[in-house]
């Protein structure tokens, strides 16, 4: 009924494991998709989708992380995203928040993670963080190397951003951030963007929705996301789960 296209498993914020998937499936969310930020996570996700059915994961290097990877690397990033449940690329993407001293070295890694995902034919979770005006350029700069697909994850963007990702042929995920009081953007980025356009995402253990914003986020609080944009479109949030349930399956192909 529901997947988690975007959460970090293996942070030690959240309980143990057996806790978290017990939680998450007995609410109905039948995967997750379980980030990797670094190559040793990478090759975490690997054991940790061997040892549970419900969890797939992706191999990528986020942008905090990128500085000093060397392209062997790379090499083995794009090694273990062979791995059948290794359903994308991710997490890859532009944050301008932390450190605004290595931009070029960022999109330089990344066009090579881009690549990556092309070879093997795999989607992509993309991190954008006051880096919107480059992430557009670049995607667009790059689109031959996005031709299968991907998810602008923790979409926060006006509907004008919205507009240029959906035309980029990709995907808005939407997460707890969407439900914040002050997100005044995701009234009209959802009146603007359809339900086939979008997939949804804890971002676990961080961004937990209301009314638990502030509190360790988990998978199992899928449903608030979908019952949320179900209110807001307002349609019936059975239809909506069984939606978004379908357009993350089309984007990532191998959860399937
Ligand atoms: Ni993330």
Not at 7 to 35: C, F, Q, R, T, W
Not at 158 to 168: C, F, G, I, Y
Not at 199 to 212: K, M, N, S
Request: aromatic share 8%; hydrophobic share 35%.
């Amino acid at each position: 009924m529901y997947i988690d296209t975007h959460a970090h498993l293996l942070d030690k914020k959240l309980p143990k494991i057996e806790e978290v998937i017990g939680n998450y499936l007995s609410v109905g969310v039948e995967k997750v998709i379980n980030m990797a930020c670094c190559l040793e996570t990478a090759r975490e996700c690997v054991k940790m989708a061997e040892k549970y059915e419900s969890v797939y994961f992706g191999s990528g290097i986020h942008p905090q992380d990128i500085k000093d990877v060397t392209d062997k690397d790379l090499e083995e990033i794009a090694k273990i995203a062979t791995h059948e449940k290794c359903v994308c690329i991710g997490e890859i993407g532009l944050d301008y928040y932390w450190d605004k001293s290595y931009k070029e070295i960022q999109k330089e890694k990344l066009i090579k993670e881009l690549e990556i995902a092309k070879a093997l034919k795999l989607p992509f979770s993309f991190h954008s963080r006051e880096a919107t005006l480059d992430t557009l350029t670049l995607l667009k700069d790059n689109r031959e190397k996005i031709e299968f697909g991907g998810v602008l994850h923790c979409f926060s963007g006006s509907k004008d951003t919205a507009r240029e990702v959906l035309n980029l042929g990709l995907k808005l995920g939407l997460g707890g951030t969407a439900t914040f009081k002050n997100a005044k953007y995701i009234k009209e980025v959802l009146d603007y963007a359809p339900l086939d356009s979008i997939v949804v995402e804890t971002d676990c253990p961080y961004l937990a929705p209301e009314p638990f914003r502030g509190s360790v986020n988990e998978p199992k609080n899928i449903p608030i996301i979908v019952r949320f944009i179900a209110s807001q479109k307002n349609t019936d949030e059975i239809e909506v789960a069984k939606l978004i349930y379908k357009n993350s399956c089309e984007v990532f192909k191998k959860l399937v």
